[in-house]
């Protein structure tokens, strides 16, 4: 079975540039979720998707990030424009059933590490 | 509001002793926690959860982890180490709607 992919798996910006990360979680698996994880830290939850929908994004700062889950597969996150503080490692997971997801095991991709300068 | 905490950075630990990797947590209602280990430029992999039953879960290679209910601990285990479990741990415990919500991670060191 295939694992999460991510991709780029770095990425070097300069701030108030764009930049655009993709996830692509394992096949079958309706519940996705992007975390940020700053250096020294556990990663925090930015988005939840079940299947197109977003469950939670209560801690995405929206004016600057924004993702999509247009088929309920692959999802995108943005974010424009980039601070210095947004300089992270971004971990996408997912999930399998939706009727117990609270007990499910989460899998992680390798993650995207951006540099902000 | 559910956290975890893990109270240490660092664990030292010499190849072929036991190692402990402590966490403890605070929910509202029965807990879902997890343990995931970080090897560097790499993500999360699962080790174990404890969602209910036996206070002893075991996992990958290994580890175990002892559920606690009256201390609020959830301490990661293994009776002998090797160099290369050398990495970053984390303990997480399941947020509302399925989230995780980590610990700020223990970096064990085993050395030969």
């Known amino acids: 079975e295939a694992g999460v992919a991510q991709s780029p798996r770095y990425k070097i910006i300069e701030k108030r540039q764009s930049v655009a990360f993709w996830c692509n979680p394992i096949s079958g698996h309706a519940t996705l979720y992007w975390y940020q994880q700053i250096l020294g830290q556990g990663p925090k939850l930015l988005i939840q998707?079940?299947?197109?929908?977003?469950?939670?994004d209560s801690q995405l700062p929206k004016d600057r990030f924004s993702a999509e889950r247009l088929k309920g597969v692959d999802s995108t996150l943005k974010i424009q424009p980039a601070k210095l503080e947004d300089s992270a490692v971004y971990l996408c997971?997912?999930?399998?059933?939706?009727?117990?997801?609270?007990?499910?095991?989460?899998?992680f991709g390798p993650g995207t590490r951006l540099l902000v300068l | 509001a559910q956290s975890v905490a893990q109270p240490e950075d660092q664990v030292n630990v010499a190849e072929g002793n036991p190692l402990t990797v402590k966490c403890t947590y605070s929910v509202s209602g029965n807990p879902y926690l997890f343990w995931y280990v970080q090897y560097p430029n790499r993500g999360l992999q699962f080790l174990l959860k404890?969602?209910?039953?036996?206070?002893l879960v075991k996992g990958s290679y290994g580890f175990e982890a002892e559920f606690n209910k009256s201390q609020t601990s959830f301490h990661l285990k293994k009776p002998s180490a090797l160099v290369s479990d050398s990495a970053l741990y984390f303990c997480?415990?399941?947020?509302?709607?399925?989230?995780?919500?980590f610990g700020q991670g223990t970096e064990l060191s085993v050395k030969p």
């Open positions: 997480a415990v399941r947020g509302f709607g399925g989230k995780l919500i």
């Open positions: 998707f079940q299947n197109n929908g977003v469950v939670d």
């Open positions: 404890y969602i209910t039953g036996d206070n």
């Open positions: 997971a997912s999930s399998s059933r939706t009727d117990r997801v609270t007990q499910e095991t989460q899998y």
